[in-house]
């Protein structure tokens, strides 16, 4: 009997955690009370606080989960891979609401009392992970110190979502995404790579 037990609640934290993910993306954290997204879900309030012991636990739940239904590559592979990445992502804020109330969250910590930098690290870790292969390749310019280059690619990421978001729902965030990487790759990639990279928003497509 212990599995079915494990595997329903499995089940029932997912059903919580995508709830919560729902209502903080539709009202932002403020707004998102714990009836609302326990209706989302349909469980009780015990449930939920068997699994999370607070609204502000499950917004951190939310806020450094949000990568996990992402289909990521499993090995860093240089400069293209990073770029399609992106672009992958673009698509996936547009679709995936675990990533975009994840997102969210980290844009509005204040507002939700969190200050975790946690995510951002992550992410700067992973795009870190690509710039690393990147350089054994010979694909950087020597100049470009792969540590800062992943932070501002994060931060510029972000921003770049972030306006798309308020603009048009991001609607063009892929195409925006893809003219952020034209201005970028001049300043690190070196002529030959240069030449032979795409920025194209149908690869990042592909990868859904």
Do not use: C
């Not at 992958?88 to 969210?104: D, H, M, P, T």
């Not at 292969?133 to 540590?147: F, I, K, S, Y």
Request: aromatic share 8%.
């Amino acid at each position: 009997m212990t599995r079915p037990k494990q595997e329903r609640a499995v089940r029932t934290r997912e059903a919580i955690l995508t709830a919560a993910a729902e209502v903080f993306d539709e009202y932002g954290y403020s707004a998102a009370g714990v009836s609302k997204i326990l209706q989302r879900a349909g469980v009780t309030q015990g449930a939920m606080y068997f699994h999370f012991k607070s609204k502000e636990d499950l917004g951190r739940a939310v806020l450094v989960e949000q990568a996990a239904t992402l289909a990521l590559p499993d090995e860093p592979a240089g400069l293209q891979q990073l770029v399609d990445l992106t672009l992958y992502l673009g698509f996936e804020l547009q679709r995936n609401v675990l990533l975009r109330a994840g997102v969210r969250l980290a844009v509005e910590q204040g507002e939700a009392g969190l200050r975790d930098f946690t995510v951002y690290r992550w992410w700067i870790d992973r795009f870190r992970a690509e710039l690393d292969a990147a350089e054994q390749r010979g694909e950087l310019l020597p100049q470009v110190d792969g540590a800062e280059f992943a932070r501002v690619l994060v931060a510029s990421f972000t921003g770049t979502q972030l306006m798309s978001h308020l603009e048009n729902e991001r609607q063009d965030l892929p195409a925006q995404i893809a003219t952020l990487w034209n201005y970028l790759l001049p300043g690190i990639a070196t002529p030959a790579t240069l030449a032979r990279l795409t920025v194209d928003v149908e690869r990042g497509k592909a990868m859904l």
